[in-house]
């Protein structure tokens, strides 16, 4: 199948869920589970269709170009919550997270790249770069989980809570799993600086250097929340804050450094 098509089919399932799931929100009735779940399934193997051959080129390398670097981590970070969604309340971070889906396809598709060259499929690469997607996606989960925990506590505060926030768990229930997602991160991202250290040759290259110190700065920021939660406590707007500068941190290393690199300087 054509990758346009499959882009456009993405984005439109990726529409219909985010409508699906909103109108329900609207008429204050929980949507179905299973087939929110069926409709982005759908939209999520079109998706991977429409990106695959973004992904390789035509010598076999691996292109990791910003546009689809964005849309490659925006269906780790549904496929993540879809996953989660199984065991856990998170269904509410779909309504999120979906439009990116369908943005980011779109983007892939239609936006230009840059001049980045293709990347040698090493096996220890490809795993440093698989920890990298799955630590910014779960990282990107717990964000996302901060700002609606930070929604549901300024709502609840002023005894005026929306319909959205009628339908989320308890007050206590989103800050736990806002910490599971942030342990969870934490771990991929340690693996990801780990694997790093191993299997790239210099991780403090001129063009690795400012992603390397300020992943490392946004894994100093979530160790000290963590250990913060666990030594004194830390919960609501401390926590929020200090989840929001390491993920603005972490996002800034990979993907400001992808973007002056590929649209600035073109290297």
């Given at each position: 199948m054509h990758p346009l098509l499959t882009s456009l089919t993405a984005a439109g399932l990726y529409a219909l869920a985010t409508l699906y799931q909103g109108l329900g929100l609207v008429r204050h009735s929980l949507p179905d589970k299973r087939l929110l779940i069926l409709l982005c399934l759908a939209a999520l193997v079109a998706h991977g269709l429409s990106l695959a051959p973004?992904?390789?080129?035509?010598?076999?390398?691996?292109t990791l170009h910003f546009f689809n670097a964005s849309s490659l981590i925006a269906a780790a970070?549904?496929?993540?919550?879809?996953?989660?969604c199984w065991h856990i309340p998170v269904e509410?971070?779909?309504?999120?997270?979906?439009?990116?889906?369908?943005?980011?396809?779109?983007?892939?598709?239609?936006?230009?790249?840059?001049?980045?060259?293709?990347?040698?499929?090493?096996?220890?690469?490809l795993a440093h770069i698989l920890l990298s997607i799955l630590a910014y996606g779960m990282l990107t989960i717990a964000?996302?989980?901060?700002?609606?925990?930070?929604?549901q506590n300024h709502q609840l505060k002023n005894k005026h809570p929306s319909k959205l926030i009628r339908n989320f768990?308890?007050?206590?229930?989103?800050?736990?799993?806002?910490?599971?997602?942030?342990?969870?991160g934490w771990i991929?991202?340690?693996?990801?600086?780990?694997?790093?250290?191993?299997?790239?040759?210099?991780?403090?290259?001129q063009h690795l250097v400012h992603k390397t110190l300020l992943a490392v700065l946004a894994w100093l920021v979530f160790s000290a929340l963590l250990i913060g939660r666990h030594r004194l406590g830390w919960r609501g707007q401390t926590a929020i804050r200090w989840t929001l500068s390491g993920f603005c941190l972490l996002m800034l290393g990979y993907f400001g450094s992808k973007l002056v690199r590929e649209f600035i300087l073109h290297i």
């Open positions: 973004q992904l390789l080129s035509p010598a076999g390398t691996l970070v549904i496929t993540l919550t879809l996953l989660a509410n971070l779909l309504l999120l997270l979906l439009p990116l889906g369908g943005i980011t396809v779109l983007l892939a598709q239609f936006m230009p790249v840059g001049t980045l060259q293709g990347i040698d499929e090493e096996p220890g690469i964000m996302l989980q901060s700002l609606l925990l930070l929604l768990p308890p007050l206590q229930t989103m800050e736990s799993l806002l910490f599971g997602f942030l342990w969870a991929l991202l340690s693996l990801s600086l780990i694997s790093g250290w191993l299997f790239l040759e210099d991780l403090f290259a």
